[in-house]
Antibody, heavy 117, light 107 residues
Framework: QVQLQESGPGLVKPSETLSLTCTVSEGSIRNHYWSWIRQPPGKGLEWIGN???????ISNPSLKSRVTISVDTSKNQFSLKLSSMTAADTAVYYC???????????WGQGTLVTVSS | DIVMTQSPATLSVSPGERATLSCRPS??????LAWYQQKPGQAPRLLIYDASTRATGVPDRFSGSGSGTEFTLTISSLLSEDFAVYYCQQYNKWPRTFGQGTKVEIK
């Protein structure tokens, strides 16, 4: 079954841009839908955005134009960039995949990102 | 956005007992609802999709029901490994939204 692994910095300064990568193994990034979801410490889950391997993306309007999701099929990876980070963006960030644009049946282990100067 | 309201926030149950969790979307989502289980320090695990279909490998003590604006996750006889936080999620409209979670704890 597909396995996902997030990677990126654990600490980001306020106003900077977060860059995370999700590496897909035991499966191809092609012909699947990929997602980013986050969870502030002790809180619930927030959907960030979805993309199809061809490049079609959709993201949460609450994050406005701060979100960029992209794919690198040659590396079997997809990425998240979140600009203008603030303390409110401190969270565990998960990459995930699922059936179409709908629910999420495989998740990475998550990576904690802290926003602090 | 569709607001997902889960109740109760915390459910205290003894092992072997039945647990019933509720999820109520602020508007109809048809049957486009999933349930997840999350244990401390772990990623969520998909349990149920399409309101009532168990995901691969999910024990049959987990069952989902409902449609529209009222959904239920039932755990028929709780085992020790079932004590966790449970989330519902709608995928009827964008943005995808989750409930705030129900924590099932040992009584």
């Amino acid at each position: 079954q597909v396995q996902l692994q997030e990677s990126g910095p654990g600490l980001v300064k306020p106003s900077e841009t977060l860059s995370l990568t999700c590496t897909v193994s035991e499966g191809s990034i092609r012909n699947h839908y990929w997602s980013w979801i986050r969870q502030p410490p002790g809180k619930g889950l927030e959907w960030i955005g979805n993309m199809y391997y061809s490049g079609t993306t959709i993201s949460n309007p609450s994050l406005k134009s701060r979100v960029t999701i992209s794919v690198d099929t040659s590396k079997n990876q997809f990425s998240l960039k979140l600009s203008s980070m603030t303390a409110a963006d401190t969270a565990v960030y998960y990459c995930a995949t699922g059936r179409g644009w709908y629910y999420f049946d495989y998740w990475g282990q998550g990576t904690l990102v802290t926003v602090s100067s | 956005d569709i607001v997902m309201t889960q109740s109760p926030a915390t459910l205290s149950v003894s092992p072997g007992e039945r647990a019933t969790l509720s999820c109520r979307p602020s508007q109809t989502v048809g049957s486009n609802l999933a349930w997840y289980q999350q244990k401390p320090g772990q990623a969520p695990r998909l349990l149920i999709y399409d309101a009532s279909t168990r995901a691969t490998g999910v024990p049959d003590r987990f069952s989902g029901s409902g449609s529209g604006t009222e959904f239920t996750l039932t755990i028929s006889s709780l085992l020790s490994e079932d004590f966790a936080v449970y989330y519902c999620q709608q995928y009827n409209k964008w943005p995808r939204t989750f409930g705030q979670g129900t924590k099932v704890e040992i009584k």
